[in-house]
C-alpha cells in the first residue's frame, strides 16, 4: 500500500470520526433521541473522542456529553460513571479556549442535577480548574467557568463553601466588572448562589466588595442583569440588620423604585424582593423604605401585577406594618388596605392568599384606627370565608384564623362586626360579643342601632356555657338596656305573652 493510501485511510478515518462526533451532537440536541442515543451506548464511545489528537472532534465530543448530561439526572449520572470527569478537568488546564467552553458546559450539565452530582463534580478536582477558567483572558471562557460554578454552589451551604474555598469569590467579582453583558450575568448569579445559603457565606461575598459593584448595575438597560443583580442583593440583604443597612448604604434607593415599573416581571419581582428582605429586619429600616416612597411604589407594583409575582410585595407590606403604629399607618394612609383585598379576591393560590390574610393581621392588629381602615375595606367576610372553606389548606385557615382574631380585638367598628354576629363559629364569636360589650355601655346611638338592626335579638338567641367568656359578655351587653327590652327580644318572649292573654281576665 503506498504512503499516499494510508494517508487517505486516516484521512477517511478522521472524517468518519468527525461525522460520527458531529450527529451525535445535533442528535443530542433533541430530547426525543437521547434515551435511544444512551441505550446505543454512546458515553463509551465518545468518551475515548475527547481525547483524539483532532481538537474539533474533541470539543464537538464534550459538546454532545454536556448535551445528553443536561437532559436529566440518570444520562449526568452516566458521565459520573463513566469516568468522564476527570479527563474533562485535565483538559480544562490544557487544552484550547473552545475545548474549554464545552469542558465547563458538561461540568455544569453534571452539577445543576443534584447536589449528590454536584459533590461528584467537585470531588474530580474541578474547582481548581474552574478557578483557573476564572483568571482566562477569553471573556467565552470565564462565562462557561461562572456558571458551572453557580450551578454548584446553588444546591446547599456545603457546596458553596467549597466554591468559596477555592478561592472563586474575588474572581467572580472581577468578572461582574468586565464589559460583556453575559459574564456580568453569569457572575452576578454565581454571587447570589453563594450568598443565599448562610450569613457566612453572604459575608464572605460583602468582604470582597461586591456591594458597591451591583450596586452601580441596577440601572443598567439588559433586563436579565438586572434580574441577576438585584436578586444577588436580595440574598445577601435577607441574612441579618448589618448586610441590609450595607446594601442601602450602598445608596441603591430611590433609583431602584424606578425598577418597578420596568417591562421585565422578573425584574420588577427581585426588586420588591430586595425591598421586602431589607424591610423585614428593623423598624429604621423600614422606614427608610417608606421615606423614599418605597410602600406607596410597591403598592402600585401590586396594582400592575398578578399571581406569584405579587407575593413578595404583599409580604412587604405585612413586615413594615409588624414594626410599629406609625409604619402600618403608612401602609394604611398609601392605600395599601383596598390593594390587599384586590389581592385576595383575585388571586387562587392558597399560599398567596395566606400571605395576604397575614397581612393584613399585621396591620389591623395595633389600634382601633387601624382595625377599622381593614373593616371598612369589608374584609372580615373574607377572611371568615377562608377560614371556615373545608379546601383551603391548613396554613390558610390558620393564617386567615389569626389575622381575624388579632384585629377583631381592636375593632370598634360595629358596622362590620354585626354581620358577623350571623356567620361566625363560636371561637371567633366570643371576640366580636366582647367588642361589642366593650363599645356599647359607652355610645347610645350604638346601643338603639344594635337594637333595631336586629343584633341584640341574635344575642339572645345565643347559646352560651354558664360562666363562660362569652356568657360574661352577653351579660355586660344586657346589662346596657331595661330589662324588659332584654326580655322582649329573648327567646319564647313571644309565646310567654300569648299565655298571659290565655290566662288574663278582662274586667
Known amino acids: 500500500m503506498s504512503q499516499r493510501q494510508i494517508l487517505q485511510v486516516f484521512e477517511q478515518y478522521q472524517k468518519a470520526r468527525t461525522q460520527f462526533v458531529q450527529t451525535v451532537a ?58 468522564i470527569l476527570p479527563q474533562l478537568v485535565y483538559s480544562l488546564a490544557e487544552q484550547n479556549r473552545f475545548y474549554k467552553k464545552a469542558a465547563a458546559f458538561v461540568l455544569r450539565a453534571v452539577a445543576k442535577h443534584s447536589p449528590e452530582l454536584a459533590q461528584a463534580v ?59 453583558i453575559a459574564l456580568k450575568r453569569v457572575a452576578a448569579s454565581a454571587l447570589s448562589d453563594i450568598a443565599k445559603h448562610s450569613p457566612e457565606l453572604a459575608q464572605t461575598v460583602v468582604d470582597t466588595g461586591a456591594i458597591a459593584h451591583l450596586a452601580q448595575m441596577i440601572l443598567n438597560p439588559d433586563a436579565k442583569l438586572k434580574r441577576q443583580v438585584f436578586s444577588a442583593l436580595s440574598q445577601i440583604a435577607k441574612h441579618s440588620v448589618d448586610v441590609a443597612e450595607m446594601v442601602v448604604e450602598a445608596e441603591i434607593f430611590p433609583a431602584a423604585l424606578v425598577c418597578l415599573k420596568d417591562p421585565d416581571e422578573y425584574v420588577r419581582k427581585n426588586v420588591t424582593t430586595l425591598i421586602r428582605e431589607i424591610t423585614k429586619h428593623t423598624p429604621e429600616l423600614s422606614q427608610i423604605i417608606v421615606n423614599v416612597g418605597g410602600v406607596a411604589a410597591v403598592i402600585d407594583y401590586l396594582g400592575d401585577s398578578k399571581g406569584n409575582v405579587r407575593l413578595p410585595g404583599i409580604m412587604m407590606l405585612g413586615y413594615v406594618a409588624t414594626h410599629s403604629e406609625n409604619l402600618a399607618m403608612a401602609v394604611i394612609v398609601s392605600k395599601g388596605v383596598p390593594q390587599l383585598a384586590i389581592c385576595l379576591e383575585e388571586e387562587q393560590e392558597d399560599h398567596i392568599k395566606a400571605a395576604t390574610a397575614w397581612a393584613f393581621g399585621q396591620i389591623g392588629r395595633h389600634t382601633p384606627e387601624h382595625a377599622k381602615a381593614v373593616a371598612v375595606a369589608n374584609v372580615f367576610p373574607k377572611l371568615l370565608n377562608l377560614y371556615l372553606d373545608t379546601e383551603s389548606s391548613e396554613d390558610l385557615q390558620v393564617k386567615a384564623k389569626k389575622a381575624l382574631k388579632s384585629i377583631l380585638q381592636k375593632c370598634t367598628y360595629l358596622p362590620a362586626l354585626e354581620p358577623l354576629l350571623y356567620e361566625a363559629p363560636s371561637n371567633i364569636l366570643k371576640h366580636v360579643i366582647c367588642q361589642f360589650s366593650k363599645v356599647l355601655p359607652h355610645d347610645s346611638k350604638a346601643r338603639r342601632l344594635f337594637v333595631t338592626s336586629g343584633g341584640l335579638k341574635k344575642v339572645q338567641e345565643i347559646k352560651a356555657e354558664p360562666g363562660s367568656a362569652i356568657q360574661e359578655y352577653i351579660n355586660a351587653i344586657n346589662n346596657c338596656y331595661p330589662e324588659e327590652i332584654v326580655r322582649y327580644y329573648s327567646p319564647g318572649y313571644s309565646e310567654t305573652l300569648l299565655e298571659r292573654i290565655d290566662t288574663y281576665q278582662p274586667m
Open 26 to 83: 445535533d442528535l443530542a440536541a433533541r430530547p426525543q433521541n437521547t434515551e435511544t442515543l444512551q441505550n446505543a451506548g454512546v458515553m463509551s464511545l465518545l468518551r475515548p473522542l475527547l481525547l483524539d489528537a483532532v481538537p474539533t472532534i474533541q470539543q464537538t465530543a464534550a459538546l454532545a456529553l454536556g448535551r445528553l448530561a443536561n437532559y436529566n439526572d440518570d444520562l449526568a449520572e452516566a458521565v459520573v460513571k463513566g469516568d
Open 122 to 180: 467537585v470531588d474530580c478536582g474541578a474547582l481548581d480548574a474552574l478557578v483557573i477558567s476564572l483568571e482566562e483572558f477569553d471573556p467565552g471562557v470565564k462565562e462557561a467557568a461562572a456558571w458551572a460554578i453557580s450551578y454548584i454552589a446553588r444546591h446547599n451551604a456545603q457546596l458553596s463553601q467549597a466554591v468559596v474555598d477555592a478561592g472563586v469569590v474575588p474572581l467572580l467579582v472581577l468578572c461582574i466588572q468586565e464589559p460583556e
